[in-house]
């Protein structure tokens, strides 16, 4: 009698860009947006890039791009004091950074977009995005430039390699990394490769467009602020988020990329890379 052989059912994985586990100089990140999610994630890539070093890679060098001032309904959920009213979040923020951690990180007090892009051609290179914006419109910007830039500098040594997206609502929100092209894999007989994970702006192109919020007003209190977005969605978001990051330097492939989490249930739902 012929016995059937079961047909083996490798798990689907995404190799890293081999450049960012052994590279010569710092990783280049630019963070985009300093506010509730943004001030919480520069605190963890801050503490990521002093771990980094300790294991013998050569760190983050960090750009925070930021166009707004700190206002009172930003203390308590947003990383500010009172002492930083009035100033821009990205100074606030990176000045602080660099005075505890001893880092030179870069605070660029503008809005990420290709006028600011063109006017200081440096800023564009980075080979890791973290988006943390709060507008649909926005994001598709940001999807519109880094498939630019990859276009333009892909023979660049900073090159646009990958995006982190970071978005929420009140007490819900994602986490998703996509490639900006192609990321050439090498051949596995453990794992079936994936050398492209979908743009969060591809994937989720509707869901994104049906969440659209219209009330962009800024709250005049951190009361008022809290009825908006729960008190610990944006540090639970950033420190997830991170933890992806931290995967991703540390061993070299990713079975998951993102997760979608509902802090009111206390559940995370991981996005498998497929």
Same mark, same amino acid.
């Given at each position: ?35 509730? /999610? ?96 709060? /507008? ?35 007490? /819900? ?95 995370? /739902? ?5």
């Amino acid at each position: 009698m012929k016995i059937k052989r079961l047909k083996v059912v490798k798990p689907i994985a995404h190799i890293v860009e081999k450049s960012l586990l052994n590279p010569f100089n710092p990783i280049i990140v630019n963070l985009i947006g300093a506010g509730g /999610t943004g001030s919480q994630f520069l605190t963890a890539l801050a503490r990521m890039n002093h771990a980094l070093i300790a294991l013998h890679h050569p760190g983050l060098m960090v750009r925070l791009f930021d166009d707004d001032t700190v206002e009172p309904a930003n203390l308590g959920r947003q990383l500010f004091t009172s002492a930083e009213i009035g100033m821009n979040k990205a100074v606030a923020l990176i000045n602080r950074i660099n005075l505890f951690f001893g880092t030179n990180w870069k605070a660029v007090p503008e809005k990420y977009c290709g006028e600011t892009l063109q006017s200081i051609p440096e800023y564009s290179l980075a080979e890791l995005t973290v988006s943390c914006v709060d /507008t649909v419109s926005a994001r598709f910007e940001i999807a519109e430039i880094l498939t630019k830039l990859y276009s333009n500098k892909m023979h660049s040594y900073h090159h646009p390699l990958y995006w982190l997206d970071c978005g929420n609502s009140r007490d /819900t929100g994602q986490v998703i990394l996509s490639t900006v092209a192609e990321i050439k894999q090498p051949a596995s007989k453990k794992f079936m490769v994936r050398s492209r994970l979908p743009m969060v702006t591809e994937e989720f192109k509707e869901l994104l467009q049906n969440a659209e919020t219209t009330d962009n007003t800024p709250s005049c209190s951190l009361a008022e602020a809290l009825t908006k977005q729960d008190l610990f969605i944006n540090s639970a978001l950033a420190n997830l988020g991170a933890s992806l990051l931290w995967q991703l330097f540390r061993e070299g492939i990713l079975l998951n990329r993102g997760f979608f989490l509902n802090l009111r249930e206390f559940k995370t /739902t991981p996005l498998r890379v497929a």
